[in-house]
Structure formats: C-alpha cells, structure tokens
C-alpha cells in the first residue's frame, strides 16, 4: 500500500508544499470553524505556519475572535 501522503497528493494533483499546508490547516483549524470562516487560505496558511511560535498564533486567534480583520502580506 502507497504512503497515504503520496497517494492523496496523486489524486489531487497537489505538490508536497501544498499537501504540507493543508494538513497543517486541516489540523489546526478544521474544527473551528470561528476561525477559519474568518481568514484567507493565505491567512490560514500563514497562521498554521510551523515557524509562527504557538504564543503569536494564539495571540492572532484572540485577535480573529475579537472582531479584527487579518490579511496576509
């Protein structure tokens, strides 16, 4: 059996910096939907970054709940 990481990124034809991306999304935000439905795919994945320090993104996510609008740049 393929690695379940290729096969998904064959069907979709998707490269391996997108899959990453998109499971780094999925997991932090596909159960919170008061974030996601707020942001960008570009935010989202700026967000989910692994070099954004877990104490900015939680800062950003009060930020989203407070009511402010966050682009990416």
Do not use: K, N
């Amino acid at each position: 059996m393929p690695h379940r990481g290729l096969a998904i990124r064959s069907r979709f034809d998707v490269d391996t910096q997108r899959a990453g991306e998109c499971a780094r999304v999925a997991r932090l935000y596909a159960a919170r939907p008061e974030i996601f439905t707020r942001l960008s795919w570009d935010c989202l994945v700026h967000l989910a970054a692994p070099s954004l320090s877990a104490e900015a993104r939680r800062g950003f996510e009060a930020r989203i709940l407070g009511g402010e609008r966050i682009v990416a740049h």
